[in-house]
């Protein structure tokens, strides 16, 4: 078994996020999530680029205190490369290169998203990986994908989203409900104490294994606008029920999608992955599902579902059995082509 120690970091949006891996163990995983954008009502790309610069350094000194290791024991550097903000990637780009050369330990790029499903093989005692080849919903705050995960790097995009991320929808409908940014958690607590049947919502029709959700968030606006004419305390006399429909609906519309994709390809072991994978509705459905389709279902830990440099160093691991090394040339890359990376993409 591989027993090599590798740093991760993590910097692509808004969360600032160093792990130690220790073959496919975690010993630590620390991240420092970002308040400065709560009163923007979303991610400001400055200032988290700024906020990144602050907090790498004790972010990645406590994930090696917290491993109990040194830094003579790291043998390689794994970061993101991409996709995410041009100005967060590039302070985690750099630092870890700087480290590299420093250390004198290779380095190793990851793509974020292929970290996101690949979060799945980091060794926890309660859950076990899942088998190739399956299918992994990957749900976050830019992304919405269906992918069909045939081994570890060969992957392909069976159905993604036209417009809006899942993530997202749950942020700007919350947003219209007067809910801090980021929603999604929000949404996700509230929609605990409401009627999920109270309202519905347009669900869009889109062929094959794609997503749109720009008709809902449409459609909650007009309807919002509407009622608060008549009451102007609707939202808050509502405010449960309404994020329960909401949650709802892009919870079906989800899952719709990937219930057909599971019994198109008659593949029946089913992940989850990404932010939106936290969501309690969504994990639900999931359980349900293993029940009445009898798939058998791969749910992340909390800590491995929003942004996090566990999933990262993972990925990393990965790659340095199989002597993927990048160089020191190598650049941030805000649009990490995905298909470019999924491998097999035209079969
Ligand atoms: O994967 P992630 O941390 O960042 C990206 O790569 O985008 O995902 C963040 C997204 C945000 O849109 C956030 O609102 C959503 O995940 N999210 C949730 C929940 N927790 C996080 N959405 C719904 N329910 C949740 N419990
Ligand atoms: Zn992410």
Do not use: E, H, L
């Given at each position: 078994m591989n027993e090599s120690i590798i740093l991760g970091i993590e910097s692509s949006c808004d969360d600032t996020s160093a792990a130690v891996i220790l073959g496919n163990k975690i010993l630590s995983n620390i991240a420092a999530s970002q308040d400065v954008h709560r009163d923007y009502g979303g991610v400001v790309p400055e200032l988290a680029s700024r906020a990144h610069q602050q907090n790498i350094i004790p972010v990645v000194e406590k994930a090696v205190t917290q491993a109990n290791i040194?830094?003579?024991?790291?043998?390689a550097i794994g970061f993101t490369r991409g996709p995410g903000l041009l100005g967060s990637l590039l302070v985690g780009t750099s630092f870890a290169k700087s480290l590299s050369m420093s250390l004198n330990v290779p380095l190793i790029e990851v793509n974020h998203l292929q970290a996101h499903i690949l979060a799945h093989f980091i060794d926890d005692a309660n859950t076990m990986p899942p088998k190739f080849p399956f299918l992994c919903l990957t749900v976050s705050g830019g992304h919405t994908m269906i992918v069909l995960v045939k081994d570890y790097f060969d992957m392909q995009i069976i159905g993604k989203t036209t417009d809006d991320a899942a993530g997202e929808a749950f942020d700007k409908i919350g947003k219209i409900f007067g809910l801090d940014y980021p929603a999604g958690p929000l949404v996700d607590r509230l929609a605990k104490k409401g009627d999920e049947n109270s309202f519905k919502f347009n669900k869009p029709r889109l062929g094959n294994y794609d997503y749109s959700f720009s008709g809902i968030k449409t459609s909650v606006l007009y309807f919002i606008q509407k009622e608060v004419q008549k009451n102007p305390n609707f939202i808050k006399e509502n405010l449960n029920n309404l994020c329960a429909s909401v949650q709802k609906s892009i919870v079906d519309i989800l899952m719709d999608k990937l219930e057909k994709a599971s019994a198109d390809l008659n593949i029946k072991e089913v992940a989850i992955a990404g932010?939106?994978?936290?969501?309690s509705g969504l994990r639900e459905a999931m359980k349900k599902n293993a029940e009445k389709l009898g798939w058998h279902i791969y749910i992340p830990k909390f800590e491995y579902t929003t942004d996090n440099a566990a999933m990262i160093a993972m990925v990393a691991q990965l790659k340095l059995e199989r002597n993927e090394f990048a160089d020191l040339s190598v650049g941030a890359s805000a649009r990490y082509d995905m298909e470019e990376v999924f491998k097999n993409k035209e079969e």
């Open positions: 040194q830094q003579k024991d790291i043998s932010g939106v994978s936290a969501n």
